[in-house]
């Protein structure tokens, strides 16, 4: 039996074309290319000013948070439920991540609490769309505005979400994405910083070449420590070609979340991703999602395992950053705590089919009977 992903990227004959173009004749004066036409359509696609693609999200991140000062001492606000990529920058630049609660709909920060956690040293929040669910952004953006703080989006899962007619990684000071090999669109490894701050899109820019200015004619001339996080043409290749489908790309995320929605909403003790019914909120659905009611005392590996037997892949919810060892606990964080271990990602590749879903359908179902 053919094994189901629970993701991989969908890749045409354009990527391949592009790429092997790059591969053969991107070089010399012709290396940034496809670098160029990448950041360009994506920057269009946003509807933002700046765009700079990058070799990853944690480096469009770890050069934001740098160009905004963020240094030793400084405290960011971010939920506790996130990959570690979100908070890894922080730890870099010798600030200090404080974990706050989640809502318990939509796993993404919950602004009532962001106050509270407010201190002197307080100097950003960071805002992540988990899965390609949306924050709350127009509490977030009054909360920083009345106390003066940056608003970082991490939009790594959230390409194809919209708030309130404005794309996901384009309403904070500044945005990141992911186009990791599991991201809805992909270049294998890479990531891409946005704003629409001319000011701090010349900052990171010269972050981004080890502290050169490209405005300064002297060659080799660094006037600062700079990082080293650009993404190759051939990755930037591919880049292009997909963002010449990312409707589909988008479109097709979607259509699979609803198939696994129509198959649960009947369902009892199991819930998924939010499905907004305001037309100002529009998902990526990134990763289709199932938290299993409380007191169903949900055995999450004995689910994998199941699936495992049929060659099926799942992935788990993730954990609190505050549980891992590199982290002071926060007990207070009540909802990210009892939800963690409640939730299992469902496989979601492009090109899945409708029977697939039915039989990882099937199999939840089963469990729960």
């Known amino acids: 039996m053919s094994k189901i992903y629970y993701t991989k990227p969908y890749i045409t004959q354009l990527e391949v074309d592009y790429a092997t173009d790059a591969a053969l004749n991107g070089w010399g004066d012709k290396c940034y290319d496809y670098i160029y036409k990448f950041e360009d359509s994506f920057k269009k696609h946003l509807n933002v000013s700046y765009a700079m693609a990058t070799s990853s999200c944690t480096g469009a991140m770890h050069m934001g948070l740098s160009a905004l000062g963020i240094s030793h001492g400084d405290e960011v606000i971010i939920a506790d439920i996130n990959w570690i990529a979100s908070a890894a920058p922080i730890v870099y630049l010798g600030a200090t991540p404080i974990f706050i609660d989640i809502l318990n709909d939509t796993w993404c920060i919950d602004p009532s609490k962001i106050e509270q956690a407010i201190t002197p040293k307080t100097k950003a ?8 669910n949306l924050c709350d952004m127009d509490a977030i953006m009054a909360i920083a505005k009345k106390h003066n703080l940056y608003v970082i989006e ?19 000071d500044f945005g990141v994405f992911s186009f990791h090999g ?31 200015n490209p405005e300064n004619p002297k060659q080799f001339w660094a006037e600062t420590i ?23 790309l988008i479109n097709r995320k979607r259509e699979i979340y609803f198939k696994y929605f129509s198959l649960f909403k009947n369902v009892e003790k199991v819930s998924m991703n939010p499905n907004p019914t305001s037309n100002e ?28 037997e049929i060659n099926v892949d799942a992935r788990v919810f993730f954990y609190p950053l505050s549980m891992l060892p590199m982290f002071d ?41």
Do not use: C
């Open 125 to 132: 929040i960071i805002a992540v769309h988990l899965y390609g």
């Open 154 to 172: 991490d939009a790594a899962e959230a390409i194809g979400s919209i708030y309130k007619g404005k794309k996901a990684g384009s309403i904070g």
């Open 182 to 212: 599991t991201k809805t669109m992909t270049t294998g490894e890479g990531g891409m910083f946005v704003t629409n701050n001319l000011e701090l899109y010349k900052k990171v820019n010269i972050l981004n070449s080890h502290g050169r």
């Open 226 to 248: 700079g990082f080293k996080y650009k993404i190759s043409n051939i990755q930037a290749a591919i880049g292009y070609a997909q963002m010449t489908h990312i409707d589909e």
């Open 281 to 308: 909120l529009v998902y990526g659905y990134w990763m289709p999602t199932l938290i299993f009611d409380a007191e169903l005392e949900f055995d999450r590996d004995l689910l994998i395992d199941k699936f495992k």
């Open 329 to 369: 606990e926060v007990r207070n964080n009540k909802v990210s705590l009892n939800i963690y271990a409640r939730g299992i990602n469902l496989p979601s590749y492009h090109e899945i089919s409708d029977g697939q879903i039915k039989k990882v359908a099937d199999i939840v179902v089963e469990y729960l009977s």
